[in-house]
């Protein structure tokens, strides 16, 4: 089986303007060292206006930087959006596409994702791609469906040497900002399940390959649960990753 690095993403939503910024970037890298992450990656997603500042701090560091967003195109008339070339411009590595969050609020679909991990993958930015079921959506059972079918839907287009590289991270919307998280057999249920869809796509070991990180109510104390689960690679954390010690400690899982 391919060894997959772990990946701790700290997803900032709307949260921080650039002396915040400043500030938590700086703690956070007094208490992460490169001893560390020598075997993990960490990686952290400011808001746009914060990502030029935060490009400068952490040079030098390990610490890598995402953005929350991105646009399919790659300049134009589009108002108000930002484009692949413009964050590589600003050093990220990684984006997160198609959150529940965008979904919910800003109507993004499936199809508007597979045109963002298009346009991200043109561009060497690896996607983290969002999917996760309602509370309603569970409790009909409809979970699985409803994954594979957002998992398909981001993915359509997409070779096999494209999907090996990227990140699906599996948030059920009941567990974002709630403080209910998911049970480590919950997940490891619906991680599994991705997988299984993956290899369906394209085969077993590139399946095997792909990063699955877990979202929703992520903390210092639940995260070395997840991490033990087979199919969970990392974790994409909200609200602890704005405190400097909790992420910290979520960073250095066991
Ligand atoms: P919380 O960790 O605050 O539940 O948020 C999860 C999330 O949405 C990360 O993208």
Not at 22 to 32: G, I, P, Q, T, V
Not at 218 to 244: C, F, H, R, T
Request: with cysteine.
């Amino acid at each position: 089986m391919a060894a997959r690095r772990p990946l701790i993403a700290g997803n900032w939503k709307m949260h921080g303007r650039r002396a915040e910024t400043l500030a938590l970037l700086a703690a956070l890298k007094e208490s992460l060292t490169v001893e560390h992450l020598h075997n993990r990656e960490v990686v952290i997603a400011p808001p746009f206006t914060s990502l030029e500042i935060a490009t400068q701090i952490l040079a030098g560091s390990s610490l890598q930087l995402a953005a929350q967003d991105l646009h399919w195109e790659p300049s134009g008339a589009y108002t108000g959006e930002i484009s692949a070339p413009m964050l590589k411009d600003l050093g990220c590595s990684y984006v997160l596409i198609g959150h529940s969050e965008r979904r919910q609020y800003c109507g993004e679909t499936d199809e508007h994702v597979a045109r963002k991990v298009a346009a991200a993958r043109k561009n060497g930015i690896t996607p983290i791609i969002c999917v996760g079921e309602t509370l309603e959506e569970r409790e009909k059972d409809a979970t699985l469906e409803v994954i594979a079918r957002q998992v398909r839907g981001a993915l359509s287009g997409q070779d096999k040497t494209a999907i090996a590289s990227l990140v699906v991270a599996y948030e059920p919307i009941w567990a974002i900002g709630t403080g209910r998280t998911a049970t480590p057999a919950q997940a490891q249920e619906v991680h599994a399940a991705i997988r299984a869809t993956l290899a369906s796509l394209t085969n077993q070991p590139t399946a095997e390959a792909v990063r699955l990180l877990y979202g929703g109510s992520v903390k210092a104390e639940n995260i070395d649960n997840l991490m033990a689960q087979a199919d969970i690679d990392g974790a994409l954390v909200g609200g602890a990753s704005l405190q400097a010690d909790a992420f910290a400690r979520i960073a250095r899982f066991q």
